[in-house]
């Protein structure tokens, strides 16, 4: 098996080729962020396939080249050839195929409901059955988060900093969940951070963190209502309890709602408790007991609140 170079390949194609280092021109050009573009070149997320593609296109370069860093180079007639890594690709989709369709049956069934009532429908839709049910993907995460009224976040680190290095620019950038974090600021929502003792470098992340924030043009009133602490004693796995928006949430995410639903007390307050493994990105809902735990956990670990 070729090893995996798109993280050294992408920074040299970037720094090197045509657009010298300007990140923000390639940002542009592909319709992304710098904090995407910068944690591609840093290895911490993968692009997808449109992604790749729309790289490979816009370095001229193949895709082969762009994830092995060898056997590049345009067809005859000035085309990109993107090699056997598409041929592989188009196999595993055509292999998909099979299963969407055996899925049709059902998704008609969805439609006639929406037809009737778009309410019952997402009902429906979020009570069937799934290997993943009381989990949250990273986008289900935020859109949970949009709607939280209050929100305490025990964490172990601040991974939604990260860092820029160019010949051009060179820094900090916040990723989805800071801009998330503004915007329910601005709304005058509160957050309070509880970071872990054994936390690397805390004071500097948070007064980066907060740097962040101003960009956004929060004013001092939308500051105060961002807290920092710090933990009395250790902890190994992160969490996070929200006091919800329940009828913006219902209005404006009735799928995620219907999913969650069982899972929101009758205090308005849901929780999940944060992957323990980097290599899962997946949060686990709490139900209520453990919820109720969890508040237990952060009055020891800030006696003083």
Do not use: W
């Not at 194609?13 to 021109?25: A, F, I, S």
């Not at 009902?123 to 989990?135: D, E, F």
């Not at 929060?218 to 250790?234: G, H, Q, V």
């Amino acid at each position: 098996m070729r090893e995996v170079k798109l993280a050294t390949t992408l920074k040299r194609l970037v720094d090197e080729g045509d657009y010298r280092g300007n990140r923000k021109q390639v940002c542009t050009e592909l319709g992304i962020t710098t904090a995407a573009l910068s944690q591609y070149i840093n290895g911490q997320t993968t692009p997808g396939l449109d992604k790749l593609i729309a790289l490979a296109d816009l370095f001229k370069v193949s895709l082969d080249y762009l994830i092995f860093g060898e056997d590049a180079v345009a067809g005859p007639r000035g085309t990109l050839e993107y090699g056997p890594l598409v041929r592989y690709v188009e196999a595993g989709l055509s292999s998909m195929r099979a299963d969407i369709a055996s899925q049709s049956a059902f998704v008609a069934k969805i439609g006639t409901i929406m037809s009737d009532q778009i309410a019952n429908a997402a009902q429906i839709a979020a009570k069937r059955s799934t290997t993943l049910y009381g989990m949250l993907d990273k986008e289900q995460a935020l859109e949970l988060e949009r709607h939280s009224l209050v929100s305490t976040n025990v964490t172990l680190d601040m991974d939604d900093i990260v860092e820029v290095r160019s010949d051009v620019e060179e820094g900090v950038t916040g990723g989805d969940f800071l801009e998330v974090v503004a915007e329910n600021l601005s709304k005058h929502r509160s957050y309070h951070f509880v970071l872990s003792p054994d936390m690397p470098d805390r004071e500097l992340i948070v007064d980066q963190y907060r740097s962040l924030l101003l960009r956004k043009k929060l004013s001092p009133k939308d500051m105060e209502r961002c807290r920092f602490s710090i933990a009395s004693d250790t902890f190994y796995v992160g969490f996070n309890i929200f006091e919800l928006d329940i009828e913006g949430f219902r209005q404006n995410s009735p799928i995620l709602y219907q999913y969650v639903r069982s899972y929101i007390g009758t205090d308005n307050r849901i929780g999940y408790v944060e992957s323990p493994s980097a290599s899962l990105e997946a949060s686990f809902l709490m139900d209520t007991d453990r919820r109720k735990m969890a508040a237990r956990v952060l009055q020891r670990l800030l006696p003083e609140a």
